[in-house]
Every structure is written in C-alpha cells, then in structure tokens.
C-alpha cells in the first residue's frame, strides 16, 4: 500500500504560480511512477503531468506543457508540480496518483493509489 497526502494548493490570481506537493509513505516510493491529474466542477478528471521512476523522463497534457513541471525527490519520497502562468481554466482538484510501473503513464485506471486531492483556485 502507498499513502499519498497532497498540498500547497490553494487562491491565486492569473498569472500567478503555485507549487504542489505530495508525500508518499508506505512502499518504496521510488520504484512508482507518479501522476498529477485534476477535476474541475462538472468535468472528468484529466491527466496533467506524470514523472518515471527515476525523475529522467516526464510527460505533460499539451494544455500544461511549458507553465508546469513536474519533479520527485525519491529521498523525500515527494513529488512535485510547479505552476506558472497560471489560468482560472486551470481551476480544479489536484490529484496526485502512483502507478507500478517505470514508465510516465497519462491514463488514469494505470495507477493503483490516488491522494486526498488540494483544491488550486485561478481568480481573473
């Protein structure tokens, strides 16, 4: 089993940037690939970056690629995404998810262990 716990979420105007995280506990963190995905109101939950074991490859939705990036610490058993130019469109819960497997995955019923989710709010 893996424990995953996110946060740093929260209000932010337009333009603005925030930095998530979630911390994993259980299992060896590093041999999971991990996953940011989110859900706005009304909307599928959609697939936003994920990062391979080792931190070497990631892979990001066309609509996040060049604001956010995505990074682990495998010694702090963390991963991260960082958030720049941030748009109210990027509204949503914030999920952080583990997958077994090495390789970046962008499809949801991959992973095996999803977080409680944080809540990032873009006001114009």
């Known amino acids: 089993q893996v424990q995953l716990v996110e946060s740093g979420g929260g209000l932010v105007q337009a333009g603005g940037s925030l930095r998530l995280s979630c911390a994993a506990s259980g299992r060896t963190f590093s041999s999971y690939t991990m996953g940011w995905f989110r859900q706005a109101p009304g909307k599928e939950r959609e697939f936003v970056a994920s990062?391979?074991?080792?931190?070497?490859?990631?892979y990001y939705a066309d609509s996040v690629k060049g604001r956010f990036t995505i990074s682990r610490d495998n010694a702090k058993s963390t991963v991260y995404l960082q958030m720049n130019s941030l748009k109210p469109e990027d509204t949503a819960v914030y999920y952080c998810?583990?997958?077994?497997?090495?390789?970046?995955?962008?499809?949801?019923?991959?992973?095996?262990?999803w977080g409680q989710g944080t809540q990032v709010t873009v006001s114009s």
């Open positions: 990062i391979n074991t080792s931190g070497g490859s990631t």
């Open positions: 998810a583990a997958a077994n497997g090495a390789f970046t995955m962008a499809v949801a019923r991959f992973y095996d262990y």
